[in-house]
């Protein structure tokens, strides 16, 4: 039966922060939207592929399309993990016509979960509230690859009490990438203070982001150098009734 | 020039700790990148001219071979003489030759990267032919014997007072100043001399057209004129991507050019010249050398993935914007190509294997292709070397992989098609991450200035399976 709507689960989210799994959960059941959560699904390979092995990145796209390809939609909690399977899973199989097919059918299909409940669903008010100032930093697939930055702050500015205010070079990376981070030190951290600077200057409450990666990297960092600045996912924003975070 | 690029971590560190550079970096490249936005909002429709832009680049390259042919056909027949020089020693012996042929007493140069990249200036000062830098930024660092910054402002994070100091030094500057404008005057009565007496000026290109067989150069400081228009002799040196196939579409590029660099609609000077001085013509060369450099590039253009690199016209926006880059400046992209447009270029033609860091030191973000006026999208191509670096790729003397890594990678994949196999190892292995300790390279690069992550108790899947 083809009318459901498969969650797609990022690694960091399943292994490192399972609270915005949870958080999309409720959001989603909120909204009645029914979701499964595919049992078979494992990765989207962003990590090998960005690492440059593509062959690799194959095993894990000709996966990916097993498990989700009988559903309508999936979406998924990271801008960068959509884009991997939206964007570079039909680059993948330049040389197999009917891969790349299937790859571009399923391009179609899959969404960002703020992608998914703007565009898609036609919401605007998911009924957060949450009262203070919130900031809102643009992930790169998200902004860039995907195009998606207007629908989370549609999403933060319909929640109740909150004010969005601007996040100076919101736009600008803020030094994850992946094993970038940990290949890069030096440069990832000062990357990464840049952006806790911009964010502490914006005089927010509050950090948004769509990006768990971009969230483990920032919140980190906030926790070692700027403990009590907080850094939430969209989802647990979202999730947020009355102020409480749904941790 | 010297091939630093081995040096980049190094070389990151240093400027990263430099007060000069970061007040630079963090103040003024920002700046850079905003006034090119409102440049380019002068364009009726923005969107359209960027796409306009990059179709013409697009075509140019394509045609490449033939356009190169036509434009070499109407230089020729404009009076210039064409010399194809396949790599940077024929070029540079070219000059030389030239030189001492002529007995040419000095040389004078505008700002060009292309001779960066030939390493011209040590071979002529081999020959003991002095060269005279005279764009203001490359004539600073001349004198201060430093690589370019930025490829449109080669010596724009040099402070006043350094200036200053090296000017007394070396350009007969006699009492210190950080006044801009007396820097300005210093240079100029300097470089005026050197002009007066040229006899041979070198300049690059900015644009070939082979519909007419014309350079065309933009500027801001008029020292390309000099170099152009001076009587004597006049060496052009073009990478052969320059190519643009007719003044129509030259001059889209130009604005294009203009505006990405500096956000200006127009440069303040452009110069577009065809051939040299004609009978009855007050200025222009008597003998006009076009020199169209190969140096690795044709190479670049059998590859499919990498031919598109080749519609840079090199405005320096994608480095404006690059988060790295504001944060690391030019120095550690050690060649003549900086920024995201060097992670593309300076592996490309120097191999993989000792520029791993500039295509490694990424994180995909693309501000760069975002901003790219030609169309070039350097993330995909940058993990296209990674992927030729690991596969030891011959032409592009790609590296190969380490047992590790292909280990991981197979394993991974191996595991990716297989849920029960890949939801046992990721637990493992994140458990064993968390138990690796503070001093593991790992944690302490992650944990320089943040926290480690703590483990959570439960998976997603597990918390969803049994809530
Ligand atoms: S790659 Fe694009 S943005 Fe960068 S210098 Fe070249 S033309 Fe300009």
Redesign the pocket.
Known sequence: MMNKTALFIPCSVNLLLPWIGEAVDRVLKRLDVVSVYPDRQTCCGQMVYNKGFFNEARSFATHFLDVFESFDAVVCPSGSCTAMVKHRYPSLFDDDPKMKQRALDMAGRVFEFSQYLVDVLGVTDTGASFSGKVAYHDSCHLSRDLGVSLQPRTLIRAAQGTELVVLNNGDQCCGFGGEFSVSYPDISTAMVSAKAQSYLDSGADLLVVGEPGCLLNIGTYLEKNHPGKQVLHIAEFLDCQGGENGR | MDVKTQSYVTEAKKEMASPASRTFLDFFLPVLSAVREIGMTSFPDPAAAVERARAIRRSSVDRLGELLETFERNAVKAGARVFWAENAHEANIYIRDLVNRHRIPYVTKGKSMITEELGLNEVLKKNQTPVYETDLGEFIIQLLEKPPFH?IGPAINIPTDEISRVFMEKAGMDSASTDPVVLGQAARNFLRDKFRHMRLGITGVNMAVAETGSILNVENEGNIRFNKSAPGIQVSVMSLEKIVPNLDDALHMTRMLCR?GTGQKLTSYVTLDTGPRKQGEKDGPEELHIIILDNGRSRIYDDIKTREVL?????????NVCPVFRQIGGYPYGWAYT???GKLLNPLLLGLDRTRDLYGACTLCKA?KT????G?D?PSMILYLRNKNLAADPVLQGEGSTFAERLMSKTAAFAATRPRTWNTAARLGSFLASKLGPCHPLVSAWTLKRTFPSLPPKTYRDLRKHP
């Not at chain 2, 519609?311 to 480095?319: D, E």
């Open positions: 490829i990405n519609q840079c016209i090199r405005c320096g926006a994608c480095i920024g995201p447009i760069c901003v790219c006026p030609a070039i350097h």
